[in-house]
Antibody, heavy 123, light 108 residues
Framework: QVQLVESGGDLVKPGGSLRLSCEATGLTFSRSYMSWIRQAPGKGLEWISYITDSSRYRYHADSVKGRFTISRDNAKNSVFLQMNSLRVEDTGVYYC????????????????WGQGTPVTVSS | SYVLTQPPSVSVAPGKTARITCEENNIGRKSVHWHQQKPGQAPVLVVYDDSDRPSGIPERFSGSNSGNTATLTISRVEAGDEADYYCQVWDSGSDQVVFGGGTKLTVL
């Protein structure tokens, strides 16, 4: 089955940087779109970024555009999130996810989730 | 862009049927997916493409979608179904994944 294992979460000061990693098994990684989704403490889910299989296209939510960058290494079955200029409001659990997975026409869904890695931005 | 509206909370007695809604104008024209998040755990996909279930998800979980409302229905509710439930769609206009605000299901 699909397994996604995140790492890299930490306590960092405002303005600092962090790089999250996610290693995937159980799927044909080089043909898979991958996402990062976060959840602030006590809040809902917020999609923040996804990358296509060949890295040709990368999309970021407006809340992180210009500060966060998603990338991948298909040889290592891994996806990354480089987070710069971190803010207090970036605090939360960051989930690596398999998807968006196409299901016909305008249908795309998040199929699998990692266990998440916590990021705390505080002085 | 899409704003998916869910009720903050739904309560149901064990053995009864729970219905969780996700509203947006003409959402019936979209494919809607549902994720379950139990306390302290990562989310899990329970319904995709309005009404399909991934392998391993009980038949008690079903979905429907028409007009302005998509609905996740959980039959014969069990204590273990207590969780937050999120609807999700794909916004083709902006190429983004969109989540609803989430609904906390309480089993009385």
């Amino acid at each position: 089955q699909v397994q996604l294992v995140e790492s890299g979460g930490d306590l960092v000061k405002p303005g600092g940087s962090l790089r999250l990693s996610c290693e995937a098994t159980g799927l044909t990684f080089s043909r898979s779109y991958m996402s990062w989704i976060r959840q602030a403490p006590g809040k809902g889910l917020e999609w923040i970024s996804y990358i296509t299989d060949s890295s040709r296209y990368r999309y970021h939510a407006d809340s992180v555009k210009g500060r966060f960058t998603i990338s991948r290494d298909n040889a290592k079955n891994s996806v990354f999130l480089q987070m710069n200029s971190l803010r207090v409001e970036d605090t939360g659990v960051y989930y690596c996810a398999y998807g968006p997975v196409p299901c016909g026409g305008d249908c795309y869904y998040i199929a699998n989730w990692g266990q998440g890695t916590p990021v705390t931005v505080s002085s | 862009s899409y704003v998916l509206t869910q009720p903050p909370s739904v309560s149901v007695a064990p053995g009864k049927t729970a219905r969780i809604t996700c509203e947006e104008n003409n959402i019936g024209r979209k494919s809607v997916h549902w994720h379950q998040q139990k306390p302290g755990q990562a989310p899990v996909l329970v319904v995709y493409d309005d009404s399909d279930r991934p392998s391993g998800i009980p038949e008690r979980f079903s979905g429907s979608n028409s007009g302005n409302t998509a609905t996740l229905t959980i039959s014969r509710v069990e204590a273990g179904d207590e969780a937050d439930y999120y609807c999700q769609v794909w916004d083709s206009g902006s190429d983004q994944v969109v989540f609803g605000g989430g609904t906390k299901l309480t089993v009385l």
